[in-house]
């Protein structure tokens, strides 16, 4: 701790949170999530926002070449290296994802701490789970950066930048939501597969990421308050802002209401 502090004791929690979103190496990012969660959650980081400039782009390795989903090849899980690909495309979302906290921690000014309370934790997880899927990686023959990848969760981010309510309807609620809907598939057929570690790994994010989407659900549903909003007509008219025809199920209903969502939406997505 003390060699931590000597380092970041002089930062606020947005110059740190930046310092996280814009370093590229994973092992760096991995390490720096790490230290910056500890410190602030033992009162060793001020709070307030960053006087840097936010990134358009986060940083991030070289590899994985990214290309748009269709270019994506399609491999069976029958083969090793079609295995090896669905996990890499996992890992490349939990990345993804630790970018995404740290933006919302250090873009996002004048909200309640608890805000920066759950960020900072979403973080902290979306690294463990990225570590637990690069060891696997490792274990197949892989690594992050070996197979193509696509860009959608920060391309959303990039469009929610000009404001935290949308942010938080449409990554958690709707694009980080949908993990809850194909990963039970994903883990039945990694485990017909013979993948039983996969499968494990799976577990443990799908738990962890019902408590994501329901962080979004509630400071999505925050805000709507504070701006006087009916959040269930906010959220359809989002979904038919952005997302038009690109919702609809199947959902994995339990797991969504478990993560804050209301029948009335759930509904909305089907119906878009």
């Known amino acids: 701790m003390g060699t931590m502090s000597l380092v970041w004791e002089k930062l606020s929690l947005g110059d740190a949170a930046l310092h996280c979103l814009g370093v590229g190496d994973p092992e760096e990012k991995i390490k720096a999530t790490c230290d910056v969660a500890q410190l602030w959650k033992a009162g060793c980081l001020r709070a307030g926002s960053t006087n840097g400039d936010l990134p358009d782009t986060p940083g991030r390795p070289l590899r994985p070449p990214l290309v748009a989903p269709r270019e994506l090849p399609r491999r069976k899980l029958t083969s090793a290296v079609g ?94 939501a949908r993990g809850l809907d194909v990963t039970p598939g994903m883990m039945e057929r990694l485990r017909q597969a013979g993948d039983l570690r996969a499968t494990f790994i799976l577990e443990i994010i799908l738990r962890d990421e019902v408590g994501h989407v329901a962080v979004g659900s509630h400071w999505f549903r925050y805000l709507c308050r504070l701006r006087k909003l009916d959040s269930e007509r906010t959220f359809r008219h989002l979904i038919n802002g952005y997302f038009k025809g690109e919702t609809r199920g199947p959902l994995y209903r339990e797991a969504r209401l478990q993560a804050g969502f209301s029948e009335a939406e759930l509904t909305i997505l089907e119906e878009n």
Request: hydrophobic fraction near 50%.
């Open 83 to 176: 295995r090896a690909a669905l996990i890499h495309a996992i890992t490349h979302i939990e990345f993804n994802a630790i970018n995404l906290a740290w933006d919302a921690v250090c873009r996002f000014n004048h909200l309640p701490k608890a805000f920066y309370d759950d960020w900072v934790q979403v973080a902290l997880e979306e690294a463990y789970h990225f570590c637990l899927l690069q060891e696997h990686l490792h274990s197949l023959g892989y690594a992050y950066g070996d197979f193509p990848a696509h860009d959608g969760l920060w391309e959303m981010a990039q469009k929610t930048t000009h404001d935290p309510l949308v942010r938080m309807a449409l990554v958690p609620r709707v694009l980080e």
